[in-house]
């Protein structure tokens, strides 16, 4: 899962930010993790290539309460 689909983007393709408002559909996984209130399992590649690790730590950091956090190679 990745934190926003501008910033997934902007890392994978783009030299410049492209502005939020050029989405359709801009996934604020970010925004929305913090309203999830269930015990949240994590699992992240962290040989991934398409979705960086870090969109992973930074959901993780967002839901510091009863959670599992796997890191996978």
């Known amino acids: 899962m990745f ?5 997934s983007l902007f890392l ?3 030299t410049q930010a492209v502005p939020d408002w050029f989405y359709k559909n801009k996934y604020p996984s ?3 993790i913090a309203l ?13 290539d398409l979705v ?4 992973m730590d ?6 510091q ?8 190679p």
């Open 3 to 7: 934190s926003s689909l501008s910033e």
């Open 12 to 14: 994978q393709f783009v």
């Open 30 to 32: 970010v925004e929305r």
């Open 36 to 48: 999830v209130r269930q015990p949240t399992l994590f699992l992240s590649g962290r040989s991934d």
């Open 52 to 55: 960086p690790p870090s969109h």
């Open 58 to 63: 930074r959901l993780h950091e967002v839901r």
């Open 65 to 72: 309460d009863e959670q599992l956090f796997n890191r996978l």
